[in-house]
T-cell receptor
Framework: AQSVTQPDIHITVSEGASLELRCNYS??????LFWYVQSPGQGLQLLLK??????LVQGIKGFEAEFKRSQSSFNLRKPSVHWSDAAEYFC????????????FGTGTRLKVLA | GAVVSQHPSWVICKSGTSVKIECRSL??????MFWYRQFPKQSLMLMAT?????????EQGVEKDKFLINHASLTLSTLTVTSAHPEDSSFYIC???????????FGPGTRLTVL
């Protein structure tokens, strides 16, 4: 069965420190992969996506993610975190065909210390 | 481009009443729309997939008679929560997709509170 795992429920980093949020997926083939950010009471904002090609994907707000097929991972990174990055982050896997459904991970809540 | 709106952004209703939430794709035609619900501090759970002009496909465990979905046009899908109860209080988010792109564009969400 398809699944997405975000092992870290909460992460706290200091402002200016580097960040890595983990995402592992289970899927029968190469999936479409997404990272979204959600501020409290708000909808989802797409940070970046991977469909094919270069496995290192650049997104908005200085985020990047790397698709590693051998590890079934799509970890999100940022070299220097800003206080405004505090939010909930969701990894999602998209179906390659047919239903176009997404499966979301459980989310990682990021706290940034001043 | 690819903007999705939801209306209302929040609603409070009495137990037993019905509430309709609209999801619109503003600058594109969406043959497929999705409805999710999100409980506080939890992830998004897909409720149903809505295709224009046909019946919605509900996920396992979602009551189709309670959560009525209508996708009457390529830019509008509605979710009606019938006979709402406090346990239906949640954040409802819709998304829309362009055919063959497999990328969903999300609305800003609707906060439903049932008293």
């Amino acid at each position: 069965a398809q699944s997405v795992t975000q092992p870290d429920i909460h992460i706290t980093v200091s402002e200016g420190a580097s960040l890595e949020l983990r995402c592992n997926y289970s899927y029968g083939a190469t999936p479409y992969l997404f990272w979204y950010v959600q501020s409290p009471g708000q909808g989802l904002q797409l940070l970046l996506k991977y469909f094919s090609g270069d496995t290192l994907v650049q997104g908005i707000k200085g985020f990047e993610a790397e698709f590693k097929r051998s590890q079934s991972s799509f970890n999100l990174r940022k070299p220097s975190v800003h206080w405004s990055d505090a939010a909930e982050y969701f990894c999602a896997v998209g179906s390659l065909s047919g239903t176009y459904k997404y499966i979301f991970g459980t989310g990682t809540r990021l706290k940034v210390l001043a | 481009g690819a903007v999705v709106s939801q209306h209302p952004s929040w609603v409070i209703c009495k137990s037993g009443t019905s509430v309709k939430i609209e999801c619109r794709s503003l600058d594109f035609q969406a043959t497929t729309m999705f409805w999710y619900r999100q409980f506080p501090k939890q992830s998004l759970m897909l409720m149903a997939t809505s295709n224009e002009g046909s019946k919605a496909t509900y996920e396992q465990g979602v009551e189709k008679d309670k959560f009525l979905i209508n996708h009457a046009s390529l830019t509008l899908s509605t979710l009606t929560v019938t006979s709402a109860h406090p346990e239906d209080s949640s954040f409802y988010i819709c998304s829309a997709t362009l055919d063959a792109h497999n990328e969903q564009f999300f609305g800003p969400g609707t906060r439903l509170t049932v008293l």
